[in-house]
């Protein structure tokens, strides 16, 4: 167990606090500060352990599964508490977490296929919008909330254009399975 793997395993047990630290008035009216501090910092475990992976070639079959997979995790969870908030719209959160369960069967199929397929460039981009999406709205800063609208609708973008090249690049793992 190197230590980007022990990042990503770090993130997803950061996962509950910050869902319980959102959710209710456990720390009073701290409570979103603390919760966005948490999210901040699991997310900014995600751009450390890929760094020190690619870097010290620490890149591991585990890491290209269990990354991306701890980022949909967080995220998923983030959004899903926004809805209950009433910060975030639900169609928002459907087609964000739909891209995900696509993305999961392709992954699923391919190590079938023993192809391991890691995050693309376009994945990452949108992971990175969604998670500035998720900190704008707890942070619910009303003077720059067309900055946060902005930011939700590249997200939501993000995440169309990334499923559709990531369907295209990798459309010979389904073809595979015929």
Do not use: H
Request: glycine share 4%.
């Amino acid at each position: 167990m190197n230590l980007p793997n022990k990042l990503t395993i770090f993130r997803v047990l950061l996962i509950p606090f910050f869902v319980v630290i959102l959710l209710t008035d456990f720390l009073g009216t701290y409570s979103n500060w603390i919760a966005l501090i948490i999210f901040v910092i699991a997310s900014l475990t995600d751009l450390l352990d890929g760094f020190i992976a690619r870097k010290y070639n620490l890149v591991t079959n585990f890491g290209k599964f269990m990354d991306p997979l701890a980022d949909k995790l967080l995220v998923s969870s983030a959004m899903i508490c926004l809805i209950e908030t009433g910060q975030l719209a639900a169609w928002v959160v459907l087609i964000i977490i739909a891209r995900e369960f696509i993305i999961s069967g392709f992954r699923l199929v391919a190590s079938d296929n023993g192809v391991v397929i890691a995050a693309g460039k376009l994945g990452k981009y949108k992971t990175v919008f969604q998670m500035i999406m998720v900190c704008l709205l707890i942070a619910d800063i009303e003077q720059i909330n067309i900055v946060t609208q902005s930011v939700t609708w590249i997200a939501v973008i993000l995440t169309i254009v990334s499923l559709v090249d990531y369907v295209v690049k990798n459309a010979s793992v389904m073809k595979e399975q015929k």
